[in-house]
């Protein structure tokens, strides 16, 4: 698949909601010249047969500062690589070799899932209705741990959907935290089962190595009391 070069927000924001596809977002800048042999790699990796399903993405950075804001980057070149708006994995650097062995793994679990999953007959339920209690409470373990902050919330950073979701998102950014996330309103299971799990009936949620730490109110009521409060629960 050819490399798309990133021409508005709005191609990016439709882009990266693209679901069960791993994505690759590649950061550059015209000015870096280390960025001058990864665009020839990233074009090449982009147009090998095993890569035919990854959806490959190139943002200049400069041009759209918002989008690597949102991302937190501050050097380039940088990749990020995420799937059903949850990132799975950020390198910073000229490293063609972290990258390619990055992309192999993850496109490796991704066509082994896909190849598992046997496709219902019209008169069966779905996979997501005959997903057990004990299954979910699984896929709700690992989605927690996705990443060392994750924050579950309604719609993307890009474009939160709701004030309290925007508000949290601020704050992660206010606070220079690197987070994962994932759209609650893409998955209605993990949305109503991330009540239970958590405990907490509302959203935004937001988890820190996999420990609930609270919603909006939560955690503004903990950066006050300590104004460290994202470096300690990190370390």
Same mark, same amino acid.
């Given at each position: 698949m050819t490399v798309i070069e990133?021409?508005?927000?709005?191609?990016?924001?439709?882009?990266?909601k693209t679901k069960d596809k791993l994505i690759s977002l590649y950061?550059?800048? *015209?000015?870096?010249?280390?960025? /001058?042999?990864? #665009?020839?790699?990233?074009?090449?990796? @982009?147009? !090998? &047969?095993?890569?035919?399903?990854?959806?490959?993405?190139?943002?200049?950075?400069?041009?759209?500062?918002n989008i690597s804001d949102l991302f937190e980057v501050s050097a380039v070149p940088y990749f990020i690589l995420i799937k059903n708006s949850t990132?799975?994995?950020?390198?910073?650097?000229?490293?063609?070799? *972290?990258?390619?062995?990055?992309? /192999?793994?993850? #496109?490796?679990?991704?066509?082994?899932? @896909?190849? !598992? &999953?046997?496709?219902?007959?019209?008169?069966?339920?779905t996979s997501e209705q005959q997903e057990s209690p004990e299954q979910l409470n699984e896929r709700l373990t690992k989605l927690t741990n996705a990443a060392p902050v994750m924050l579950f919330m309604k719609g993307s950073p890009s474009s939160p959907q709701c004030g309290f979701s925007r508000q949290l998102v601020a704050i992660l950014r206010e606070h220079e935290v690197r987070?994962?996330?994932?759209?609650?309103?893409?998955?209605?299971?993990?949305?109503?089962?991330?009540?239970?799990?958590?405990?907490?009936?509302?959203?935004?949620?937001?988890?820190?190595?996999?420990e609930f730490q609270g919603g909006l109110d939560i955690i503004k009521e903990s950066i006050e009391e300590d104004a460290d409060f994202f470096q300690n629960a990190i370390a």
């Open positions: 990133i021409e508005s927000e709005d191609q990016f924001t439709d882009l990266s950061f550059h800048t *015209e000015w870096a010249e280390p960025c /001058k042999n990864m #665009n020839s790699i990233y074009n090449t990796l @982009s147009n !090998t &047969k095993e890569n035919a399903s990854i959806l490959f993405i190139s943002i200049n950075a400069d041009n759209f500062s990132i799975l994995k950020e390198l910073s650097g000229a490293d063609p070799k *972290e990258f390619i062995n990055s992309i /192999k793994e993850l #496109n490796t679990e991704s066509t082994q899932k @896909s190849e !598992t &999953k046997t496709t219902p007959q019209p008169s069966e339920p987070f994962g996330f994932f759209d609650i309103l893409k998955d209605d299971s993990v949305r109503q089962g991330l009540k239970e799990f958590s405990d907490w009936p509302t959203f935004p949620q937001l988890y820190i190595k996999g």
